[in-house]
């Protein structure tokens, strides 16, 4: 198995979820929104697809399937709705710390009270440099948050139980619902110093929850851009054959490829327990959120004024894009992770096979 | 994981070898001077001693004994792409070999041709090339208005016109030359002839003068009722009456984009390679000044790491025979400027060191320009791949 190439369960893992977002998310998306929950009809379809089980490891619990399956199925749901994805998702973009934390059978219980619905986890990105005291600025409401991760540089801890979780509304994601915390009170559960760049790997894994899924919304958005565009007529011909607006869908297309490529690249290394994995993790994941940035920006942009109405999902997809490229520290966390690792990755090694 | 086998690897460490004791010096010293190293040139002689290994997994489908070649040339052929490029782009092509040339026999060539004019690659005594002359002075991107004419003469074909932007044709043994029946029939009256050197009415006009990319010559000419045997007819007659010969320039381009594309990865490796070095050399160890260089090259790292699995992809669908027209477009849409940005981000983490002539960075900056415009523009890019995926009409 490669970035290039997906084995025939993963296709159909592919497959399944599309099915499924095309024919049931997709068409009550608006309404989960509006109604701040998925049906539980799609949380069982979910989760039997796999969704919180896949990457983590068999001996906690899960089917062990890796990254990858992880990164495929999120975006084939994605492609339908994201807005239930980050209540469902447990241990989801906590999983880094599942996998990192040295106490195992602790992370084991934590991913299993997340993965049955009675104890959510979530994770907290601090900046190693600043020591300001961790805040949860927004979690999904559901499943009820208990377990707090906290990530600084090398850095792990776990606390337990947030006294108050304040109804948080946010820019996207309503069918997740929303808390927020100061986080006082929590009781600290263990506290951890990982080996050099260990933290960074915690972080990778979120980040590339974030950047699947975003991948997925900024298919959405181009695949609703261009047949909107190709109907809609302006000017005496569909807006889509007007060369400007064509050059930009095509670069936009280009831009979300890429980003297919260098996540599922990013996730085999993850699989493979490759060196600088979650080096390459982080930047597929950062080029990703910027394709969903621009791909649902032109969603809205080329769709004219309807695209400002909540008609369409164009603004949905707008406002997940722009909120997924801000959590667990946002990009800006992101690009200092790399930044910090950015001498010291060996680019030679792809000629080299060092690592491949 | 991007699958790499162990001849891949050993290919890429000896073309990095030779990169390192010839192409760089080489594309130094054209740069210089202007011109692109002679033929004569040893490095082109232990090229071709080596039995074109060089050449022929650069250009995939070149293979000097007319043997098939490996389904997995066009992969390996990128990664190849990108370390010779790496050393110097310039010289990279204008290794001995079949060139597009050799592209073109692979998409049009009858087999009994393709023996024929394949059989100067088996001399490994001396090194050889050929080339392919598609563009005119007044039809570049739109290959459909070349207007250099063919006639049929009796049992031989009459070709007029010019040419220019053609690699390495002043050094090739022959030439594919494109040309038409009748302008007024568009790709359909496209002929492909092969025009071998020393042929009356063939005159180079001139060499070019560039402003990088020297390491190789860019060649003009005249055909002035230059008279070629009717089997010099690429495919034969009846290739041209199923519009044969128009999809076979494209699936052409189709192979040779993404392997383009990956010279421009190369390029920006060793831009990134210089940023990288004085960071480490020149920099304070503490700073904004620093912490912004080192996002600036996360930021190119990030391009190059995304554009190089653009350009594998591409590649890796033509090795397993998968069509690949979209996916070579990507490629050749996202690299050039992205691998322009990178070499423009290096020089300003060099600042105004990287104005000087003998940091390579500045090369870098006047070489690299070209990717985007060869083997179709940025801008023919988007147009291919927005008329495969919304039906992008051709007179939009």
């Known amino acids: 198995m490669d970035a290039f190439t997906l084995s025939e369960v993963l296709e159909d893992l592919a497959a399944a979820g599309d099915r499924f977002a095309q024919n049931e998310l997709a068409p009550g998306a608006r309404a989960a929104e509006t109604g701040g929950a998925w049906p539980v009809r799609h949380d069982e379809v979910a989760r039997g697809l796999g969704l919180c089980d896949l990457d983590v490891p068999e001996s906690l619990g899960g089917a062990g399937a890796g990254a990858l399956a992880k990164v495929v199925l999120l975006e084939s749901l994605a492609h339908g709705d994201a807005g239930g994805l980050p209540a469902l998702d447990q241990p989801g973009p906590t ?30 990105v601090c900046d190693p440099e600043t020591h300001g005291a961790p805040r949860l600025e927004w979690a999904p409401a559901r499943p009820p948050c208990r377990w707090v991760w906290v990530t600084a540089g090398d850095g792990l801890a776990l606390f337990d139980g947030p006294d108050e979780l304040a109804p948080t509304q946010a820019l996207a994601f309503a069918a997740s619902g929303g808390v927020s915390s100061a986080l006082e009170g929590c009781r600290e559960v263990g506290r951890w110093e990982l080996a050099p ?30 047949a909107y565009t190709t109907e809609r007529i302006v000017f005496g011909k569909p807006v889509a054959h007007h060369q400007g607006n064509a050059f930009e869908l095509a670069a936009l297309a280009t831009a979300v490829h890429g980003a297919r490529l260098a996540l599922r690249d990013g996730a085999c290394d993850l699989d493979a327990g490759a060196p600088a994995a979650p080096y390459w993790a982080t930047q597929a994941a950062v080029f990703a959120l910027d394709a969903a940035v621009a791909t649902t920006d032109a969603g809205i942009q080329l769709l004219g004024g309807h695209g400002f109405l909540v008609d369409h999902l164009a603004e949905k997809r707008f406002r997940e894009a722009r909120m997924l490229g801000l959590l667990w520290g946002g990009r800006d966390a992101a690009v200092a992770d790399l930044a910090a690792e950015s001498l010291d990755v060996d680019e030679a090694v792809f000629v080299q096979g060092a690592h491949r | 994981m991007i699958p790499l086998d162990a001849p891949s690897r050993a290919l890429v460490e000896e073309v990095r070898a030779l990169g390192r004791q010839y192409m760089r010096p080489m594309g130094l010293e054209s740069d210089r001077t202007g011109d692109p190293p002679p033929a004569d040139h040893p490095f082109y002689l232990l090229c071709s001693r080596q039995g074109g290994l060089v050449s022929r997994t650069i250009d995939p489908e070149a293979a000097p004994d007319g043997a098939e070649v490996p389904q997995w040339q066009p992969f390996r052929a990128a990664l190849i792409a990108e370390e010779s490029a790496y050393w110097d782009r310039g010289v990279a092509l204008s290794l001995p070999g079949p060139g597009l040339g050799g592209s073109a026999l692979r998409s049009t060539a009858t087999p009994e041709q393709s023996a024929r004019f394949l059989a100067p690659f088996a001399d490994h005594g001396r090194a050889h090339w050929a080339a392919m002359a598609m563009t005119e002075p007044g039809a570049g991107s739109d290959v459909a208005r070349i207007q250099t004419r063919v006639r049929k003469e009796g049992r031989e074909w009459v070709l007029s016109g010019s040419k220019m932007f053609c690699s390495n044709g002043a050094r090739s043994d022959w030439v594919v030359v494109w040309a038409t029946v009748d302008p007024a029939l568009g790709r359909a009256g496209h002929r492909a002839l092969v025009v071998e050197a020393g042929t ?173 415009i060869g083997e179709g523009t940025q801008q023919v890019q988007r147009v291919v791949v927005a008329r495969q995926l919304f039906g992008f009409p051709r007179d939009a």
């Open chain 1, 95 to 124: 999983v880094g710390a599942v996998l990192a934390c040295p106490d195992q059978p602790l992370a084991g219980r934590v991913a299993a009270g997340g993965r049955s619905g009675e104890a959510g986890a979530v994770l907290v």
């Open chain 2, 200 to 372: 009356p009415g063939f005159d180079l006009l001139k060499i070019e003068h560039k402003m990088g990319s020297r390491g190789y010559e860019t060649a003009s000419f005249a055909l002035d009722d230059v008279r070629v045997p009717e089997e010099n007819l690429l495919g034969g007659e009846s290739f041209y009456e199923s519009r044969q010969g128009f999809r076979g320039a494209m699936a052409t381009f189709n192979l040779a984009r993404p392997i383009h594309a990956a010279q421009g990865v190369g390029m920006g490796r060793a831009a990134l390679d210089h940023a990288l070095a004085f960071v480490r050399d020149e920099y304070p160890a503490h700073g904004r000044r620093r912490q912004r260089a080192l996002e600036r090259l996360a930021d190119m790292r990030r391009e190059l790491h995304t554009a190089r699995l653009i350009c594998l992809h591409a590649a890796w669908l033509a090795r397993h025979g998968v069509t690949n027209a979209l996916e070579a477009s990507y490629a050749k849409l996202f690299a050039p400027p992205a691998v322009f940005r990178v070499v423009s981000a290096a020089l300003d983490i060099l600042g105004e060191a990287g104005v000087r002539n003998d940091a390579l960075l500045e090369k870098l900056y006047r070489d690299v320009k070209i990717l985007d």
């Open chain 1, 197 to 226: 760049l260990s933290g960074h790997a915690v972080r990778a894994r979120a980040r590339l929850w974030a950047g699947a899924v975003a991948l997925g919304i900024a298919q959405a958005a181009l695949d609703a851009t261009i």
